[in-house]
């Protein structure tokens, strides 16, 4: 007599069971997914609720600065005047691009930042700081006041002086703005809030 095949126990049942452990592992998946993008969007907005902004002649200043900056600090790393350069004063024009490069993103027209990839948003989510007038105006003045230790020499100094000035009374009057005049204008400044919260604007 032919002996009967050898039945396997469980085998049918394994199928239905890898399907369901992956699915069951797609669902968690796509739940991380979707928690991490929520608390990224969560957080991202928190930042922008927070973002304290300069008036806009300071925004403009601060821009424009910047820009120089950036024009001057380009040109010491070029040297086309073959200006006598110093190693530490290559450094810090390239420094000093970066820098540049960060206050015309911190004080930029949001409209050009958002275009740019909301390099603006994503900067002050990184560095929360810079979000904040006080952080701000101290980024500005160890700017301004590094530049106004490292001096070139020749006629490349007056320009050096000139924009280190400029970044130090702008965040003077940055913190003078954000922490005293509150406290001296009680009047206009509890008016101009007022006025904010009754546009939506708070």
Not at 20 to 44: I, P, Y
Not at 59 to 79: D, P, R
Not at 130 to 155: E, K, W
């Amino acid at each position: 007599m032919a002996s009967a095949p050898a039945q396997v126990y469980g085998q049918p049942h394994s199928a239905p069971a890898a399907e369901l452990q992956r699915q069951m592992a797609s669902a968690a998946t796509e739940t991380g997914v979707r928690e991490v993008g929520a608390r990224a969007k969560h957080g991202f907005f928190e930042v922008k609720a927070y973002i304290q902004e300069n008036p806009s002649s300071i925004k403009i200043m601060s821009f424009v600065v910047g820009l120089v900056l950036i024009a001057f600090s380009i040109l010491g790393c070029i040297n086309p005047f073959q200006v006598a350069f110093q190693p530490k004063e290559y450094l810090c024009n390239v420094y000093n691009v970066l820098f540049g490069v960060v206050i015309c993103i911190c004080d930029g027209k949001e409209s050009w930042m958002r275009s740019c990839g909301d390099i603006q948003a994503k900067l002050f989510q990184k560095a929360f700081f810079l979000a904040t007038q006080t952080g701000r105006a101290l980024f500005y003045l160890y700017v301004g006041s590094m530049t106004l230790l490292v001096l070139p020499d020749g006629l490349w100094m007056f320009a050096y002086i000139a924009i280190g000035s400029c970044l130090c009374l702008l965040a003077l009057l940055m913190l003078f703005l954000h922490w005293c005049a509150p406290l001296l204008f009680k009047e206009q400044y509890g008016q101009m809030r007022s006025d904010r919260s009754s546009s939506g604007q708070i």
